[in-house]
């Protein structure tokens, strides 16, 4: 495989399911990204890894709880979910944001996961 | 503050035509960076073009192109002769170094505009 690949691509879930959102990348990139995209709103940065290490938190509920084991791949571990949580959640990858000078490092994005909570 | 504004909410024309999408943006950074980035129906964000704020020239690639004007914050994107296949949502990014208190690297996207080409 190749880029940045998403797992599911669909999930239904209930408010009181957990589950997980799984993200990999094949492109060698140290730097990872969860996005969430809902209906009529801007993409929305949540979380950023850099070299496995969480250096951006946006001010997300802690309902969704991100783990990255190793540079290649994302988790976003969802429970309790709420329907106003229903979005495409989007992965990125890009080099790493701190070796490599930060802004400008072109970020690479996965098929996006469509998740609906019901 | 860091902001992208893309005006045009849904844009739609006839195949063969050309059509100019608009971006403006809003940063106190000397450096920074500005994308565009199509998404189709899949819904996958495909990178399309990156520049810095220090190159002003203007691009070129096949029936894209793109016009930076940083009198004016702007960073239009052209598709000459459309297709079908153009039809997507387009999004204007930037990315900024962070000196003013932005987050360095992050991008901020601006709520896209939808494509839709009539063949």
């Known amino acids: 495989e190749t880029g940045v690949t998403q797992t599911p691509r669909h999930l239904v879930m209930g408010m009181t399911n957990k589950k997980s959102l799984k993200c990999e990348q094949h492109l060698g990139h140290n730097a990872m990204y969860w996005y969430k995209q809902s209906a009529k709103k801007p993409l929305e940065l949540m979380f950023v890894y850099s070299l496995e290490e969480r250096v951006e938190n946006n001010s997300v509920p802690s309902r969704f709880s991100p783990e990255c084991p190793n540079s290649s791949h994302l988790f976003l571990h969802l429970h309790t979910l709420q329907p106003e949580d229903s979005a495409l959640y989007l992965c990125a990858s890009s080099q790493d944001l701190r070796l490599a000078g930060g802004p400008g490092e072109t970020q690479y994005f996965g098929p996006g996961t469509r998740l609906l909570v019901l | 503050a860091q902001k992208v504004t893309q005006a045009q909410t849904e844009i739609s024309v006839v195949e063969k035509e050309d059509v100019t999408l608009d971006c403006v943006y809003e940063?106190?950074?000397?450096?920074?960076?500005l994308f565009w980035y199509k998404q189709p129906p899949s819904g996958e964000l495909v990178f399309l073009i990156r520049r810095n704020s220090f190159d002003e020239q203007n691009e070129i690639s096949g029936r894209y192109s793109w016009n930076f004007q940083k009198s004016t914050s702007s960073f239009n994107f052209t598709i000459t002769a459309s297709q079908v296949v153009d039809s997507a949502v387009y999004f204007c990014?930037?990315?900024?170094?962070?000196?003013?208190?932005?987050?360095?690297?992050?991008?901020?996207f601006g709520k896209g505009t939808k494509l839709s080409v009539k063949p």
């Open positions: 940063t106190r950074d000397t450096t920074y960076y």
């Open positions: 990014a930037l990315s900024e170094a962070g000196v003013y208190g932005g987050s360095q690297g992050n991008l901020i």
